[in-house]
């Protein structure tokens, strides 16, 4: 039997129907992990690049949907799609707009305010993974608005507890610190996005 799709601690499986939506022809979670790497790093590669990054808005909608797009176009059909069904993580599919509006709408005034960065880029992350936009790989996508938005500010880069959030020790660390912060106590993430090692 193949392991194409098999979850991991903290997943949110794919519907049949998501499965199908997969565009390349692959048969082991090695090959889509590399497959869908190679993805994610073009889109991350296109993010970063300075002049873009300096004139991107992160706030917006349509920059977050569109970095979702290119993360996993070459993936997924439903990349960059809104999820239209229940999931065991995030909120009912008819509440994705306005819970995004309403994150996007604190996230621009802890901006204007001047609040930390690291925290800004670290409660969006939350946020995001918890509204859950996408019918898959919402982590991924999170992780990668987070570090954009401190780069885009001159801080250093986030270290996730060393890097992946992919080994089991820190992933463990990772979904801890998240459910520590659905509720409301965000110390453990800032530490844990700041922390390093965890996995060796
Ligand atoms: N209790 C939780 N509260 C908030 N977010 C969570 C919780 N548990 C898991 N998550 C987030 O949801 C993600 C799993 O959703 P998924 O869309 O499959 O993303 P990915 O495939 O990128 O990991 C985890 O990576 C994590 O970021
Ligand atoms: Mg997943």
Redesign the pocket.
Known sequence: MTDLFRSHL???PLSDEERRDLIPSLSTQRELNEFEFANIRSARDWARQPRRLAKADITSASYLIDLHRRMFNATWRWAGRFRTTEKT?GVSPVRLQSDLGALLGDARYWLEHREPIDETAVRMH?RL??I?L?P???????RLVADLLVQKHNRPPLSWGAGT?ATPVVRAA??AA??Q??QHDYGPLFTFARSGDLGS
């Open positions: 903290g997943d949110t993580i939350h993974v918890y859950h996408f898959n790989s919402n982590g991924l996508h999170a959030a990772y979904l998240l459910r912060a659905d």
